[in-house]
């Protein structure tokens, strides 16, 4: 006999930020960049839900078990003059796709989007990945190729930071 599985999209708590480092490592993993990864649970714990939390994840959760999860904030678009929202990370675990959970994370996105007013909704995706790809395009995102993504990071970031104006 088998037990049905009950499903909730839900905020994440502190109690949640070993589950949500796995699951960070996780998506590391599926996308060939571990080696970039250096983050602790502390670190999420800290910027999740410490005095000056900027971000907010939400957790797909499965007979009360971690299955994914959503990192998300708040940006501005000048163009537009109004706040949007950015999905810095969206990762469901292989064993649990196609059961719904994805859209799931990603409709209550923009609910939260809406709910709060914001002007858009966007993120990024790798190139290669073209299952997300197929799967945003078919939730009726646009995919902008004309846009790239420009980052200082590490040994750059702090050159460039002692750079004369």
């Known amino acids: ?43 999420f714990s800290r910027e999740l839900f410490g005095p000056n939390a ?5 957790m797909a959760i499965e007979n009360e078990t971690a299955a994914g999860f959503a990192l998300f904030f708040h940006n501005f678009s000048t ?11 969206l990762f469901v675990k292989p064993e649990c796709r ?14 939260i989007a809406v709910e709060r007013n914001s002007g858009r909704f966007e993120w990024t995706v790798l190139d ?22 420009v980052r200082a990071a590490g040994d750059a970031l702090t050159a460039m930071a002692k750079m004369k104006p």
């Open 54 to 58: 900027r971000i907010e994840c939400i």
């Open 79 to 89: 163009f537009l003059g109004r706040k949007g929202l950015y999905l810095e990370d």
């Open 98 to 111: 196609g059961k719904g959970y994805g859209k799931a994370l990603l409709v209550r996105l923009a609910q």
């Open 1 to 43: 006999m088998t037990t049905p599985n009950t499903f909730t999209i839900r905020p994440a708590t502190s109690a949640d930020a070993v589950d949500i480092h796995a699951l960070v490592r996780d998506l590391a993993i599926y996308e060939n960049l571990e080696h970039l990864m250096v983050s602790t649970p502390d670190d």
């Open 128 to 149: 290669w990945n073209t299952p997300s790809i197929d799967f945003y395009k078919a939730m009726g995102a646009t995919v902008m190729p004309e846009w790239n993504i």
